[in-house]
Nanobody
């Protein structure tokens, strides 16, 4: 069984940066894809970024140019580098990773952007 543990959230001022991590443990053979979602209070969960097994990436328009998704295969970890943060980026961020064609979710990490 694979487990995902997220870290890196917190309180940051507007314009600041955070790096979210999503580390997997367990028996893993292959990485297929990963997504970062976020959900703000009273809003639906939205897709922020994804990365494929081939390394292709894509981003929501609202974060394009500010966020970067990446992964370290040796560490079984997926990252979301979030720069130039805005108050509207405040949300709980969730990672979703597909290993060996099975889907796994992280527990969520709170990001709060406020002065």
């Amino acid at each position: 069984q694979v487990q995902l543990v997220e870290s890196g959230g917190g309180l940051v001022q507007p314009g600041g940066s955070l790096r979210l991590s999503c580390a997997a443990s367990g028996s893993i053979v292959s990485f297929n894809a990963a997504n970062w979602y976020r959900q703000a209070p009273g809003k639906q969960r939205e897709l922020v970024a994804f990365i494929t097994g081939g390394g292709n990436t894509n981003y929501a328009d609202s974060v394009k140019g500010r966020f970067t998704i990446s992964r370290d295969g040796a560490k079984h970890t997926v990252y979301l580098q979030a720069n130039s943060l805005k108050p509207e980026d405040t949300a709980v961020y969730y990672c979703h990773v597909v290993y060996d064609f099975r889907s796994y979710w992280g527990q969520g990490t709170q990001v709060t952007v406020s002065s």
